[in-house]
């Protein structure tokens, strides 16, 4: 794990570092108000949307809490892992690769996501 920690506020902050994704970055994670600011571009239309959207927000909240030494990586991803694969098995679907999930990190990297 890094030692120099850089908690993005600003989406103005983070473009030139991406692609960003919290499974990929041992020194940068989001705040929760700009989680919610991004949220805010990208509206839910239905509950399996929701359930994408809430998985996000927790992923983004655990990864800022292990960076910061407040819960071993471990544990953070026995517990995205859960989730994931509750969501698979409810949807028989891929969480990562849902429409939702895709926008919001388009919009954190300014575009470019997974290409």
Request: proline share 3%; aromatic share 10%.
């Amino acid at each position: 794990m890094s030692s120099f920690i850089r908690t993005i506020d600003d989406l103005n902050k983070l473009y030139g570092i991406a692609p960003y994704h919290p499974d990929d970055s041992d020194s940068i994670c989001l705040t929760d108000e700009l989680v919610q600011q991004i949220l805010q571009e990208t509206p839910v239309h239905n509950q399996r949307e929701q359930q994408v959207i809430d998985f996000i927000c927790l992923h983004e909240k655990l990864h800022r809490k292990v960076l910061y030494g407040q819960i071993a990586k471990e544990n953070a991803d026995k517990i995205i892992d859960k989730l994931s694969d509750d969501f698979g098995k409810q949807y028989d679907a891929w969480i990562h690769l849902e429409d939702i999930y895709n926008r919001f990190y388009l919009i954190i990297n300014g575009g470019k996501w997974r290409q």
